[in-house]
């Protein structure tokens, strides 16, 4: 499942967390990748111990939390802190797979189960610089609005084409979710966004509501890794 989540950061958020990055230390984005992700990737990328990364990873973090659209989607179990890339003019990363494994600063292990990119410029910022996702026999080139989320199973080849104008920065990170298996999420979240409406249209008690959220949680209950 590939989801569109608008506005995880509102305008005044993404210009604050603009002002921060542009007052930051870049360094080579090759410096974070592994051997073979190394020979496609070519941007900056902010180191993970600098302040304005935990900063702004920390309201990016606080942010998801109060987002429902993403926590019905992605039912996080464990999300690793947010790192931010800058793409300029002629850099890129080429087609490649993200790691099973991710490691956190500290240490701590969390397989990969949905990547996030959140959006902190805007389409008009910058020329190029399409985030391509490979998935169901198509190629999806994706440019969002500055703080829009794009989550996608971890599992898909993807690449940031090269920028011809301007910059391009972004923040992204991966998750763990509680429940593993892509295509039960999917059912998950379509089930629990169907249960939201109705609720909506006939009222938290009505008996259909009732109902399809008993059958929500045992679907949960069942499939979840916890």
Same mark, same amino acid.
């Given at each position: 499942?590939?989801?569109?989540?608008?506005?995880?950061?509102?305008?005044?958020?993404?210009?604050?967390? &603009?002002?921060?990055?542009?007052?930051?230390?870049?360094?080579?984005?090759?410096? /974070?990748?592994?051997?073979?992700?190394?020979?496609?990737?070519?941007?900056?990328?902010?180191?993970?111990?600098?302040?304005? +990364? =935990? =900063?702004?990873?920390?309201?990016?973090?606080?942010?998801?939390?109060?987002? /429902?659209?993403?926590?019905?989607?992605?039912?996080? &179990?464990?999300?690793?802190?947010?790192?931010?890339?800058?793409?300029?003019?002629?850099? +890129?990363?080429?087609?490649?797979?993200?790691?099973?494994?991710?490691?956190? !600063?500290?240490?701590?292990?969390?397989?990969?189960?949905? %990547?996030?990119?959140?959006?902190? %410029?805007?389409?008009?910022?910058?020329?190029?610089?399409?985030?391509?996702?490979?998935?169901?026999? !198509? /190629?999806?080139?994706?440019?969002?609005?500055?703080?829009?989320?794009?989550?996608?199973?971890?599992?898909?080849?993807?690449?940031?084409?090269?920028?011809?104008?301007? /910059?391009?920065?972004?923040?992204?990170?991966?998750?763990?979710?509680?429940?593993?298996?892509?295509?039960?999420?999917?059912?998950?979240?379509?089930?629990?966004?169907?249960?939201? =409406?109705? %609720?909506?249209?006939?009222?938290?008690?009505? +008996?259909?509501?009732?109902?399809?959220?008993?059958?929500?949680?045992?679907?949960? &209950?069942?499939?979840?890794?916890?």
């Amino acid at each position: 499942m590939m989801l569109h989540i608008p506005q995880v950061l509102n305008l005044q958020q993404v210009v604050e967390c &603009r002002h921060a990055l542009e007052q930051a230390q870049w360094i080579d984005g090759r410096q /974070t990748a592994g051997p073979v992700s190394a020979q496609v990737k070519n941007n900056l990328q902010l180191p993970l111990d600098s302040i304005e +990364a =935990q =900063q702004i990873g920390q309201m990016i973090l606080a942010a998801l939390e109060r987002n /429902t659209l993403f926590m019905s989607a992605a039912l996080p &179990r464990r999300v690793l802190a947010p790192r931010f890339n800058c793409h300029q003019v002629g850099q +890129a990363y080429g087609l490649h797979v993200d790691n099973a494994v991710q490691k956190s !600063a500290g240490g701590e292990l969390l397989r990969s189960d949905l %990547s996030a990119s959140l959006f902190l %410029s805007g389409p008009d910022e910058y020329a190029g610089g399409e985030l391509e996702i490979v998935a169901s026999l !198509a /190629t999806h080139s994706i440019k969002l609005a500055a703080g829009d989320l794009l989550l996608y199973p971890s599992t898909s080849l993807h690449q940031v084409c090269p920028v011809t104008r301007g /910059t391009r920065l972004c923040a992204f990170f991966w998750l763990q979710s509680m429940v593993r298996d892509n295509e039960q999420r999917q059912l998950l979240f379509e089930l629990d966004q169907s249960v939201q =409406q109705l %609720s909506r249209e006939l009222g938290n008690g009505h +008996a259909s509501v009732l109902k399809l959220s008993g059958v929500y949680n045992n679907l949960v &209950r069942q499939w979840a890794d916890i």
